[in-house]
């Protein structure tokens, strides 16, 4: 016995009062006249221009005469300028999110056994599969909460139960309810239940696209992908979020600051980047840059040997400099010269050249 749903929840819009009066366009607020021009959302052309003759502000941009602007540029530069002011109104389509996806069983009497829960778990999950599959999309990250009575307190207790929660992440969004099992499966295993199960809820808490694929006759290892991320999701599922990692771009041009780790599975899917030819970075990258004794003919010069774990190297061939530094909004200000060397072992290092001393920064594949 019990109560069974699965809800989609709709949101609702505040509406708020128009302006009684309109702001004068040629003042501003300090907060707003400061702002770079870009934050007109202008076309990357018309910033170009601008910046060229020395206009980054926004209110470097209302000092010009309007006449000199209208002749110059294209009519979006005013009524970007007259919007920010408020002399324009803007039309803003309002975002209505879908309905949340969620499903749960609310028991008459708690249960504490593990295939009794498992069968529950089983029927959400299909529920929820079936809503996604109906959007199109598949879940990344699915919130999972089961209400516990601890044995010594009464069925009816309803303070006193505690709220067990977890989440599933998966490296690719999916709606298949046999995916989804097994890694729910997982969970399971490495949780311990203080006492009978009264209520079992599961909600999306993040869901994607899900691309089609058309089957065909041969396969040409299309199915590569999808195997890797069950790869994934299953090893995200035994060792956790936590331990799973990628490394994502950051952008700093100092080495150690430009990445981060994040889990793979579970995350955000990331937009495709524009494709742009990087520097040759090494695969291992020293967290902090190690200090080596290097031997050059010039003072200012490349290496030509250098000693690392007490061993020496003697350099082959060498690439650079490529000068690196950070910017002033940074603090300290940083300039440093690398140099890409191979040994005569044939190994690859990444060493770089600061105030006279020298630095191991990483390690090529």
């Not at 007109?40 to 060229?52: D, E, W």
């Not at 006492?195 to 006759?217: D, K, N, W």
Request: with cysteine; aromatic share 8%; glycine share 6%.
């Amino acid at each position: 016995g019990g109560r069974e749903s699965i809800s989609a929840d709709d949101s609702s819009i505040g509406k708020t009062d128009r302006p009684k009066s309109t702001p004068d366009p040629f003042h501003l607020p300090p907060a707003l006249a400061s702002l770079p021009i870009e934050a007109l959302r202008l076309p990357g052309s018309t910033v170009q221009v601008l910046a060229r003759l020395g206009v980054r502000q926004i209110e470097q941009l209302l000092a010009l005469p309007r006449s000199g602007l209208a002749a110059r540029f294209e009519p979006d530069l005013l009524q970007r300028l007259d919007r920010v002011s408020g002399a324009r109104p803007e039309m803003i389509a309002a975002h209505r999110p879908p309905p949340e996806i969620t499903a749960e069983r609310e028991l008459e009497y708690p249960v504490d056994s593990r295939e009794a829960i498992e069968t529950i778990l089983a029927e959400l999950i299909r529920r929820i599969s079936d809503a996604l599959a109906a959007r199109q999309q598949g879940a990344v990250q699915i919130e999972c909460q089961l209400d516990c009575q601890p044995a010594d307190c009464q069925a009816a207790d309803v303070r006193s139960a505690q709220r067990l929660r977890f989440v599933v992440g998966l490296f690719q969004a999916s709606a298949s309810p046999r995916h989804l099992w097994e890694l729910f499966q997982m969970h399971l295993e490495r949780l311990t239940l203080p006492g009978p199960t009264a209520a079992v809820r599961l909600a999306v808490l993040l869901a994607a696209p899900i691309p089609y694929r058309q089957r065909e006759l041969f396969a040409d290892g299309h199915d590569e992908p999808w195997q890797l991320a069950l790869l994934i999701d299953r090893l995200s599922s035994r060792l956790q979020r936590e331990g799973v990692l990628r490394a994502a771009l950051l952008p700093d041009a100092q080495p150690e600051y430009a990445y981060r780790y994040e889990p793979l599975a579970g995350s955000k899917p990331r937009r495709a980047a524009a494709r742009r030819r990087l520097p040759e970075r090494p695969l291992l990258m020293e967290p902090r840059p190690v200090p080596l004794q290097v031997f050059s003919v010039a003072p200012q010069g490349p290496p030509m040997r250098f000693c690392f774990h007490g061993r020496q190297h003697r350099i082959l061939q060498t690439w650079g400099p490529e000068r690196i530094q950070t910017g002033w909004w940074r603090g300290s200000y940083i300039r440093r010269h690398y140099y890409r060397v191979q040994t005569e072992e044939g190994n690859r290092f990444w060493l770089f050249r600061r105030q006279g001393e020298w630095f191991l920064q990483g390690v090529f594949g």
